[in-house]
């Protein structure tokens, strides 16, 4: 960056080398580049007074804070207990010539390694640093907060630092160190812990991978599936050209049909936990883990399908500008005249359309509440069980009415052999399958035998095992309240 992004206030220095008045625990940096600059402002800020150490400290200062002290790096090192190494990897061995007066301090690198460096290096970062200076306490620090989240505070960023060091007394230091800040501390264990904490900056979204690549699966899948109905099967059987709708009429097809199917897969993991509860009488054994990771899974799972059902809402939108429907409403005219038809009313569909959009509104506003309360802010703002009531009942009724909307827009063409194209049958057909087995089994959970029994079951209770107690009069109370 050219210059901090604070207010000039903070920026604005005069050049000069004289040092400054000290105003509180004295730390120092080595390097002047972005991060060092933002990590100065932060912490001259947060009241601690600042030395940075430069190879051109006259060319670097007026990019500082006046407050912090800009100077070359063997006087910036001479008095700090503490020093920030803001530097790249390849210019540590530049620091060697500084071994003695860095003995006994405490080194705290904020480096971050590309992809290729991380994995040619086999030692991290942290633990090379700690190589080269044997004598001192190497701390692994503030790598995974962001020059901007220094700047702007940790309000506007995220608020937690990774702390990793051998040394207990170290890591507490920098501790309280990030407390001051505005951070919250984390402490990830021995410095041996670095490698991974180096690897959490290259992660690009690793728990969205799965549920990508599912969405993605599905959408090929249903378009490929609506391509063959809707545009092949005319071209093949009458000889019509309809290859214009793929661009708009085939991927609005697509959307609902991968927003159903994901928000069907939020809540299928759920039905057959239960069924293996139900199944080995007990809630003490773990889950496979494909269904642990799915179901750690969901929330990204949920927020693609509102994704998709956004994105069917908008294409909805759309389908009426299309020049080709233009063209069809004129023929439509055009044969309504030929016919000598005054009026063109059926009643049964124009019901059907008004039912058909009105739920499909409704869920879609369903789902923009569930969407907006998986936000960290809002679901830190209600307790767990208004939590859950939004995320697990208002989520089933989501399905529910996605469901009345998938039948009321099907009516009753599943039964008009008209609708089965190259003998495939509709594709609102194919969609319905998984959520009606999801709420069939819902059903089943509902009735006394086996509700009684899961209830006992998530309480402690074991098939054959020495638990086994009477559940409270009004159990369905404690059904809600308990998730153990």
Not at 261 to 284: C, F, I
Request: hydrophobic share 45%; net charge positive.
């Amino acid at each position: 960056m050219d210059k901090p992004l604070i207010s000039r206030r903070l920026v604005d220095s005069d050049g000069s080398l004289a040092e400054v008045p000290n105003k509180g625990p004295k730390v120092g940096i080595l390097g002047s580049g972005d991060f060092a600059r933002s990590l100065a402002t932060r912490l001259v800020s947060s009241g601690f007074s600042v030395v940075v150490g430069s190879r051109n400290p006259k060319r670097t200062a007026g990019l500082f804070p006046s407050a912090a002290q800009v100077t070359f790096q063997e006087e910036a090192v001479s008095s700090p207990q503490v020093i920030f190494i803001a530097m790249f990897r390849e210019h540590y061995s530049s620091l060697c010539s500084l071994g003695d007066q860095l003995a006994g301090k405490i080194l705290v690198d904020v480096s971050n390694p590309t992809e290729k460096e991380h994995l040619q290096h086999h030692q991290s970062n942290a633990e090379y640093l700690a190589s080269l200076f044997p004598a001192c306490t190497v701390v692994k620090a503030f790598n995974v907060i962001s020059a901007w989240a220094l700047q702007a505070g940790p309000r506007d960023g995220n608020r937690q630092v990774l702390i990793c060091s051998d040394q207990l007394e170290a890591k507490c230091t920098i501790s309280e160190m990030a407390r001051t800040m505005g951070f919250t501390p984390l402490d990830m264990g021995s410095l041996a812990s670095a490698r991974e904490v180096e690897a959490i900056p290259l992660r690009l979204f690793p728990s969205w991978k799965v549920p990508t690549l599912l969405a993605l699966g599905l959408f090929v899948c249903f378009y490929t599936y609506n391509f063959i109905r809707d545009v092949l099967q005319p071209y093949v059987r009458k000889n019509e050209n309809k290859f214009y709708k793929m661009p708009l009429s085939v991927v609005n097809t697509t959307l609902p049909c991968v927003a159903y199917v994901m928000l069907s897969l939020v809540y299928l993991p759920g039905v057959l936990a239960a069924a293996l509860q139900l199944k080995r009488g007990t809630k003490y054994q773990r889950f496979p883990d494909w269904l642990d990771h799915w179901m750690q899974h969901r929330k990204q799972i949920g927020l693609l399908s509102f994704f998709f059902a956004v994105l069917h809402a908008v294409y909805s939108f759309c389908l009426p500008l299309r020049r080709s429907h233009r063209y069809d409403l004129v023929n439509l005219a055009v044969k309504q005249v030929l016919a000598n038809k005054s009026r063109l009313w059926v009643e049964e569909e124009v019901w059907r359309m008004e039912i058909y959009l009105s739920l499909g509104v409704l869920a879609l506003g369903m789902l923009s509440l569930l969407a907006v309360t998986s936000l960290p802010s809002i679901s830190s703002s209600l307790n767990w069980k208004e939590f859950s009531f939004v995320q697990s009942t208002l989520g089933f009724v989501a399905l529910m009415l996605g469901t009345m909307h998938t039948l009321t827009y099907g009516w009753t063409r599943a039964f008009d052999e008209n609708y089965y194209k190259f003998y495939l049958p509709p594709t609102f057909t194919l969609t319905l399958l998984l959520p009606c087995v999801i709420i069939l089994a819902k059903a089943l959970f509902l009735l006394p035998c086996l509700s009684r029994r899961l209830t006992k079951i998530r309480r402690g209770w074991e098939k054959d095992g020495a638990v086994k107690f009477m559940l409270p009069a009004d159990h369905t109370q404690g059904e809600k309240t308990s998730h153990v």
